[in-house]
């Protein structure tokens, strides 16, 4: 029911920006949970940003200050707004949905920030 289409990655330097999006389709409401997650290689997959049910938001400790998680519930799309971007955010970025029990993922869009 529930599809998920991420955009926006590619090649940043050091202290770059790159604006994410997470177009998704299907019965997705503002009251669900929306999230991007990254991995990065030869790392677990770690949260990088949620709005959760009510609209409270969390971020990872690292995301804190450099990104912002937004949504246009109009466009059902999901942002994620990254600056002062480092190495060590270089991953695939994916974008998250929960309804209910069930989970939904995006194929990932890849970032890569070096110089």
């Known amino acids: 029911q529930v599809q998920l289409v991420e955009s926006g990655g590619g090649l940043v330097q050091p202290g770059g920006s790159l604006r994410l999006s997470c177009a998704a389709s299907?019965?997705?409401?503002?009251?669900?949970?929306m999230a991007w997650y990254r991995q990065a290689p030869g790392k677990q997959r770690e949260l990088v940003a949620a709005?959760?049910?009510?609209?409270?938001?969390d971020y990872g400790d690292s995301m804190k200050g450099r990104f912002t998680i937004s949504r246009d519930n109009t466009k059902n799309t999901l942002y994620l707004q990254m600056n002062g971007l480092r190495p060590e955010d270089t991953a695939v970025y994916y974008c998250?949905?929960?309804?209910?029990?069930?989970?939904?993922w995006g194929q990932g869009t890849q970032v890569t920030v070096s110089s």
């Open positions: 709005i959760r049910t009510g609209g409270s938001i």
């Open positions: 998250f949905a929960r309804r209910g029990w069930l989970n939904y």
């Open positions: 299907g019965s997705i409401s503002s009251e669900n949970t």
